[in-house]
């Protein structure tokens, strides 16, 4: 049983620091409250909308970014309420008989926590409108991993059985997940009015602000953490090592995060963890609480993380990972993380992050179904190798693989390879997976029978799947239709699937599915949208200082 003595301490009232005249958390119906239901009809409930902002007529005094504070304040307050009701259910009842119901509830209140958390942050700006607006990308973000972290709820119960348990839960988290959805629409409309647009850099003295530097790096990567990601030895920058000969401070990467956590104390300064050439057979979770966290390992299959949990056995999908990052700014290089399951086991994850602003460099990701979760927030992946059979780089974050290499192996004699299972579910969201100047080829348990398997670039796992294929190399294992449903006309019309100058032999677009949501990309226009610099930056979340890199699409 699971239980929580302590809720996040967020009350409704702590979204109005980010105002600078303060606005009382209770109103009355005004004449007003016109404009709140005018600005409704821009979100997907509009009805839900105008009932639960009404009585904010008066604070919000015509005005779009306050009606969008306000929003988020109403949807917080509700996943609050939430997170405070599967606490008191997980104490009140023992599911210790069902670990699956177990599981469920427990990544339901770690989710909606990290929500809150993630959202909270925005109230320690104390800024006044203009400022709010530059941070507008942000608060994008951070709503549409909110609206992951309330999906990733319901997707827990999936395989628990049908009860009052299960259809409480869900009817609970369907109401917070149209409120949020809601106040995400209305952050969108006071970005689409401002001045600088969200997914395009701005022209600087004539130049673009990129987010790549010349190194490859994104912009927010400090100039002393791309030394670290440069060096070849990182033992002298590493602030603690892991050996298992033991030569280092630990034996186990485990006693070395508890060790990192009590030393860093929350504080932002980049902690280093090397961790030397072995095998470490451990599950590993980098909280919420640890930012800055970077590990670094003697290089790809030299040092491996591994382990087995999976559905099969009890886990949810978000729990089988075996190393799951959710801290802030969280960067691994050289290192392989590996989920052994199988792929009978059906979802394995090797790898969960959550982590806004996290950076692979030449990792390894191996696996079968479910292999690499892109769970939520700004991912950059580059000169990595992914391996998988089913939905193999999944979830909802806003994410780039460049320069990577991407192997589908042998599945199950009834399955179907998919290589993406992207699972935005919200038009408003600012996610998508994105696969630039990659090549899509055989494993070496695939390539001697790969005629007898089909392989599909992606299906949508949720209505408005976004997946961006471009300027990579398609080996001949393509299958010529090139993507996969998920189930009959789900998401076809509401999915957006792209493929932009592709080469290789599985590249030919003639035979693609004529799904509505599909198109081939020939405009450099809309696939620049998709950039490392337009797709995951953003005016509001980076501080003035972008890099010129003339290299684009």
Not at 16 to 45: A, K
Not at 83 to 88: E, G, L, T
Not at 190 to 215: E, I, M, P
């Amino acid at each position: 049983m699971y239980t929580h003595s302590l809720l996040p301490q967020l009350s409704f009232t702590f979204l109005f620091f980010l105002i600078s005249h303060p606005i009382p958390t209770v109103g009355l119906p005004s004449n007003d409250s016109e404009f709140i239901r005018t600005s409704c009809g821009t979100t997907l409930y509009p009805d839900l909308c105008y009932t639960s902002l009404s009585r904010f007529a008066s604070a919000v005094q015509d005005n779009p970014t306050r009606l969008a504070k306000v929003a988020i304040g109403v949807s917080l307050a509700r996943a609050r309420r939430i997170a405070a009701y599967v606490s008191n259910i997980s104490r009140q009842a023992d599911y210790g008989a069902d670990p699956r119901a177990s599981s469920a509830l427990h990544d339901c209140f770690s989710n909606f926590g990290d929500a809150m958390r993630q959202l909270s942050s925005t109230a320690n700006s104390r800024g006044g409108s203009s400022s709010f607006r530059f941070q507008m990308s942000n608060v994008q973000t951070w709503m549409s991993a909110a609206l992951t972290d309330e999906e990733t709820c319901t997707d827990g119960f999936d395989d628990v059985e049908d009860g009052p348990l299960k259809t409480d839960v869900s009817n609970r988290v369907e109401n917070v997940k149209k409120v949020t959805s809601n106040a995400l629409a209305l952050v969108n409309s006071v970005v689409s009015t401002t001045s600088s647009a969200l997914h395009f850099s701005k022209q600087v003295h004539g130049r673009r602000r990129l987010l790549l530097s010349d190194d490859g790096f994104p912009g927010w990567v400090s100039a002393a953490d791309r030394k670290l990601l440069q060096s070849i030895s990182s033992g002298p920058n590493a602030d603690m090592v892991v050996a298992q000969d033991g030569s280092g401070n630990y034996k186990s990467i485990s006693e070395a995060v508890d060790a990192a956590y009590k030393l860093q104390g929350g504080a932002s300064k980049r902690f280093v963890i090397h961790v030397k050439a072995g095998v470490y057979r451990e599950n590993i979770e980098i909280k919420k609480t640890m930012k800055n966290i970077m590990f670094i390992g003697d290089g790809i299959d030299a040092t491996i993380v591994t382990g087995n949990k999976n559905v099969q056995d009890g886990s949810t999908t978000y729990r089988s990972a075996t190393f799951g990052a959710t801290g802030d700014g969280f960067i691994a290089q050289d290192m392989t993380f590996e989920n052994t399951a199988g792929p009978q086991k059906h979802q394995a994850v090797a790898l969960r992050s959550g982590s806004d602003h996290s950076v692979f460099y030449r990792c390894s990701f191996k696996g079968y179904q479910d292999t690499l979760y892109v769970y939520s927030q700004r991912q950059f992946y580059r000169d990595c190798d992914i391996y998988g059979t089913v939905d193999f780089i999944c979830g909802d974050a806003t994410v780039v693989l460049q320069n990577c290499n991407i192997y589908a192996r042998k599945p199950m004699s009834n399955q179907v390879n998919t290589v993406t299972a992207q699972s935005r579910t919200d038009p408003n969201e600012n996610t998508g997976i994105v696969i630039h100047n990659s090549r899509i080829t055989a494993a070496q348990d695939l390539r001697p029978v790969q005629g007898s398997f089909k392989t599909y670039m992606g299906r949508p796992w949720k209505q408005y799947s976004r997946t961006v294929i471009m300027k990579s190399n398609l080996d001949g294992l393509i299958t010529p239709a090139g993507w996969y449903p998920w189930s009959g006309s789900f998401a076809l019309s509401t999915l957006y699937y792209g493929e932009y100058m592709n080469s290789g032999a599985g590249a030919g677009t003639g035979g693609r599915v004529n799904w509505p949501g599909y198109r081939v990309i020939t405009s450099a226009v809309e696939a620049g949208k998709f950039t490392v610099g337009n797709f995951l930056a953003g005016d509001s979340w980076i501080p003035g200082t972008g890099v010129p890199f003339t290299a684009g699409l």
